[in-house]
């Protein structure tokens, strides 16, 4: 709504400083991504041209406000209007962006080791569990992707790495409509408790 995009907007400006592009550094004055384990992700996420629906690959040094509408559309809510080929639609865009976060090396595919780099990310925060426990649970969670997508597997087969196809099966029947949502736009400031 034209609300929201002002809403966007105003929070762009703060990001920026009155700027007409952020630059990742922007994002280092957001307490709610201070904390999260995932953090360089997220960031990298914005500036990722595949996410910009821009045909070329690599990263952007800096995004305008129409590239910020573009990452912000994938976190809007459903539309009640929405008909089924809308929604399907809607949600292999926010599961794209998703896989782009995994996918760091931008080969279109999930392999193993940025799969362990982003549970180990993930877990980092948790000083109870040693970096091992992380590449094991990654790897627990990668032979159970090759099951669901490739089904029973040769002892000289290779799970190469899941595909955007395998990340769209693995997703099925989760409600990534709901959960994929930023909170960082709110602007007030945040009361911290010591």
Same mark, same amino acid.
């Given at each position: 709504?034209?609300?929201?995009?002002?809403?966007?907007?105003?929070?762009?400006?703060?990001?920026?400083?009155?700027?007409?592009?952020?630059?990742?550094?922007?994002?280092?004055?957001?307490?709610?991504?201070?904390?999260?384990?995932?953090?360089?992700?997220?960031?990298?996420?914005?500036?990722? !041209?595949?996410?910009? =629906?821009?045909?070329? &690959? %690599?990263?952007?040094? @800096?995004?305008?406000?129409?590239?910020?509408?573009?990452?912000?559309?994938?976190?809007?809510?459903?539309?009640?209007?929405?008909?089924?080929?809308?929604?399907?639609?809607?949600?292999?865009?926010?599961?794209?962006?998703?896989?782009?976060?995994?996918?760091?090396?931008?080969?279109?595919?999930?392999?193993?080791?940025?799969?362990?780099?982003?549970?180990?990310?993930?877990?980092?925060?948790?000083?109870?569990?040693? !970096?091992?426990?992380? =590449?094991?649970?990654? &790897? %627990?969670?990668?032979? @159970?992707?090759?099951?669901?997508?490739?089904?029973?597997?040769?002892?000289?087969?290779?799970?190469?790495?899941?595909?955007?196809?395998?990340?769209?099966?693995?997703?099925?029947?989760?409600?990534?409509?709901?959960?994929?949502?930023?909170?960082?736009?709110?602007?007030?400031?945040?009361?911290?408790?010591?």
């Amino acid at each position: 709504t034209s609300e929201q995009i002002e809403h966007l907007h105003r929070r762009f400006k703060q990001l920026s400083r009155d700027q007409l592009t952020i630059r990742k550094e922007n994002f280092d004055s957001i307490p709610d991504l201070e904390f999260n384990p995932i953090r360089g992700k997220i960031v990298h996420a914005f500036f990722d !041209k595949r996410n910009l =629906r821009q045909e070329s &690959d %690599g990263l952007a040094d @800096e995004i305008n406000f129409e590239d910020f509408l573009t990452i912000m559309s994938y976190f809007r809510p459903i539309e009640m209007n929405m008909d089924e080929e809308q929604l399907d639609r809607f949600r292999k865009d926010k599961l794209k962006f998703l896989f782009h976060m995994y996918d760091s090396d931008h080969d279109g595919k999930i392999t193993l080791e940025e799969y362990r780099n982003v549970v180990e990310e993930l877990l980092s925060g948790n000083p109870h569990l040693e !970096k091992e426990s992380a =590449r094991s649970i990654a &790897d %627990g969670a990668m032979m @159970e992707a090759a099951s669901i997508c490739v089904g029973q597997m040769g002892p000289d087969q290779v799970y190469e790495g899941i595909t955007f196809e395998d990340f769209l099966k693995m997703w099925q029947g989760i409600d990534i409509e709901t959960k994929m949502h930023v909170r960082f736009l709110n602007m007030e400031p945040i009361a911290h408790c010591y």
